[in-house]
């Protein structure tokens, strides 16, 4: 008989790790999740769903190939599936980021997606709306695309139940029991759920389940600017449906910024702004109710910060000067000491496991890898880059743990070496 498994979190890592263990034999699984089961809060709740494969770590592309097809596979009642491959176009407007393009499409080549290094004029082919004076030259992936994330839950969710999991929600976890150095269940405010096996898929709520379970999860929540424009005639030409998307996701790196259509208006994300820590704790209760425009993972928006990137996105894209900002927010998600996502049991507690600080990119990817040990006792990819116990006693200080998260937020676009050391924290 299947060991019970609690998963604690109905994201899209929870989600699809319920649905990799059903796929593997193991349905005796309970999902608990704080927020309505239709609209969580977290992360996955607001995420704009970029995914961008190539990664200088082979285990992260093969975890975002492997969620491009599933996402794929994921079909509605109407026959669409929860991932529009309208591809990636990430543009150079430097020199410097020119050389990094191509060292990007080595990574590419050398995990198996396909990528071209191409010319402005290509650029334009592709992304008729880029300003050709700005644009030195582009990379583009064809396999590359929108997650439809929140989507994508509901469905597994469906699924997973048909198979025999059960789902809890607006059900917040208050404990850990354990007995003998092995986890024994959950803790709920209407009791106690019994498990062999508990994995904290909780997103950036992760840092305070891991300390129900004695264990320090070196992970920092930060806000993270998007915002959404008016309606922009050109993209009203292209007759997209409501929230949709025809051309390809776009990388402005050297500013640090990204778009996405949404219909007839443009979603812009930001990094460029000061790194803005958030204290999940701090947070509350998630409220019994949960909307697009409320939710505990979305903060106030902080408009100053974000004036430069305006300015910047009219230069990239000149039909953003006939729009104005609509709606903007600080959205959170999590971000660790050297940028990787954090999987694996806790060495002081068998039976707890974690996977936190999974983007939507690699959601799926990781998923199946945590069911495969679990079930498997090994998985098809090597884990070792997002290995739980990669860190020294030293770098789970929160003091650590704060500054170099912070760092890696501030450093997500820039072209760093492969074995860059950091200037900070030195003295360890």
């Known amino acids: 008989m299947a060991p019970k498994v609690v998963i604690i979190g109905a994201g899209i890592v929870g989600a699809n790790l319920a649905d990799e263990l059903c796929s593997l034999g193991w349905t005796n699984t309970t999902v608990v999740e704080q927020g309505p089961l239709d609209l969580p809060g977290g992360s996955t709740s607001h995420a704009p769903g970029l995914v961008y494969q190539t990664n200088p770590s082979k285990t992260m592309a093969k975890f975002a190939t ?14 669409s599936s929860c991932f529009n491959q309208v591809g990636g176009l990430e543009v150079a407007t430097t020199e410097a980021r020119l050389h990094d393009l191509k060292r990007k499409q080595g990574w590419a080549h050398s995990w198996g997606i396909e990528a071209s290094l191409i010319s402005p004029e290509e650029c334009l082919r592709l992304y008729p709306l880029l300003n050709r004076e700005k644009v030195l030259g582009g990379m583009h992936i064809p396999s590359d695309g929108l997650a439809l994330a929140a989507k994508a839950v509901q469905l597994l969710v469906k699924r997973t139940r048909e198979k025999g999991v059960k789902y809890i929600d607006r059900t917040p976890v208050t404990g850990i029991t354990r007995a003998g150095g092995k986890v024994t269940g959950v803790v709920t405010p209407s009791g106690t759920i019994s498990a062999d096996i508990v994995v904290c898929c909780a997103g950036f709520w992760g840092v305070e389940v891991s300390k129900m ?5 070196p992970l920092l929540p930060l806000a993270h600017q998007y915002v959404k424009t008016t309606p922009i005639q050109a993209l009203k030409d292209r007759k997209n449906p409501p929230n949709s998307a025809s051309l390809p996701i776009l990388r402005h790196q050297d500013q640090d910024l990204y778009y996405r259509e949404h219909g007839d208006f443009y979603g ?40 430069p990137a305006w300015k910047e996105s009219q230069e990239l894209l000149p039909v953003m000067r006939e729009a104005e900002i609509a709606d903007g927010f600080n959205g959170i998600f999590s971000f660790t000491p050297d940028g990787g996502s954090l999987v694996g049991q806790s060495p002081t507690l068998d039976g ?26 090994k998985s098809q990819i090597d884990l070792s880059d997002c290995d739980l116990s990669r860190f020294e006693g030293v770098q789970l200080s929160s003091d650590y743990v704060s500054e170099t998260s912070q760092q890696n937020f501030v450093e997500v676009y820039d072209i760093l070496h492969p074995l860059e050391p950091k200037q900070s924290p030195r003295n360890l």
């Open 66 to 79: 492997y969620t491009v097809s599933k996402l794929q596979s994921l079909k509605d009642q109407d026959g």
């Open 213 to 217: 379970a004695g264990l320090t999860l």
């Open 268 to 307: 812009i994300g930001y990094y460029g702004h000061k790194p803005m820590p958030v204290n999940a704790a701090s947070l509350g209760q998630t409220p019994s109710t949960v909307s697009d425009k409320n939710m505990p993972s979305r903060l106030t928006f902080t408009a100053e910060d974000f004036a």
């Open 352 to 377: 707890f496991w974690v996977a936190e600080a999974v983007w939507v990119t690699h959601s799926a990817g990781v998923a199946r890898a945590v069911a495969e040990v679990l079930v498997q006792g």
